[in-house]
């Protein structure tokens, strides 16, 4: 398992940007599938985006295609997630995630998550 810790939140008016990153301590972090998953007000967590061991292998929910990106650096032990044109309804409690190949998130690893609260 892998500790994670966020950063980057905040408030940020509608049309505006974030960066979050996430730090990861623990062996092997490239072996591991990262992820960022989000949490609004009244609403189930939902995946947004994940990324594996390549840049090749990532997936964006939806609603965030085309305004989010992630990225990941194996060398510094980062995963990073772009926000761009961001809009009130992507308010909520962001969480880095990691599991290993064939496992689920849930059993995967979590950071406490940080706020992004965009103001319309």
């Known amino acids: 398992q892998v500790t994670l810790v966020e950063s980057g939140g905040g408030l940020v008016q509608a049309g505006g940007s974030l960066r979050l990153s996430c730090a990861a301590s623990g062996p092997t972090f490239s072996l591991y599938f990262m992820g960022w998953f989000r949490r609004a007000p009244g609403k189930e967590r939902e995946l947004i985006a994940s990324?594996?061991?390549?840049?090749?292998?990532?997936y964006y929910t939806d609603s965030v295609k085309g305004r989010f990106t992630i990225s990941r650096d194996n060398a510094k032990n980062t995963v990073t997630l772009q926000l761009n044109s961001l809009k009130p309804e992507d308010t909520a409690v962001y969480y880095c995630t990691a599991r290993s190949y064939g496992s689920t998130w849930d059993l995967g690893s979590w950071g406490l998550g940080t706020q992004v609260t965009v103001s319309s």
């Open positions: 990324i594996g061991w390549s840049t090749g292998d990532i």
